[in-house]
Nanobody, 119 residues
Framework: QVQLVESGGGLVQPGGSLRLSCAAS????????MGWYRQAPGKRRELVAT??????NYADSVTGRLVISRDNAKNTVDLQMNSLQPEDTAVYYC??????????????WGQGTQVTVSS
């Protein structure tokens, strides 16, 4: 059973920084993709950034401000968020996509952590 636990959310002023962390536990091996998604009130969940095999992918709205990184040995993925703006306010979710031996993809989500950017 795979579990994801996020931490690091909170309240920050515009222009400030936060760092989110996600720790994955359980049977994790083989090809996988870890990432961060967010959902603002009244909006659909959207991709923020993903990382796999050292390759990163970012939403246009966060490029240059947010940086995703991972520690494969610890099965953790972090999101360093700089120059935060009110429009970054959302619940941030960690996601793990794990390819099985039968080459199907299993999808796991964390419980979410609230990020609020406000003065």
């Amino acid at each position: 059973q795979v579990q994801l636990v996020e931490s690091g959310g909170g309240l920050v002023q515009p222009g400030g920084s936060l760092r989110l962390s996600c720790a994955a536990s359980g049977s994790i091996f083989g090809l996988n993709v870890m990432g961060w998604y967010r959902q603002a009130p009244g909006k659909r969940r959207e991709l923020v950034a993903t990382i796999s095999g050292g390759i990163t992918n970012y939403a246009d709205s966060v490029t240059g401000r947010l940086v995703i990184s991972r520690d494969n040995a610890k099965n953790t993925v972090d999101l360093q968020m700089n120059s935060l703006q009110p429009e970054d306010t959302a619940v941030y979710y960690c996601r793990l996509q794990l390819r099985t031996i039968s080459r199907q993809w299993n999808d796991y989500w964390g419980q979410g952590t609230q990020v609020t950017v406000s003065s």
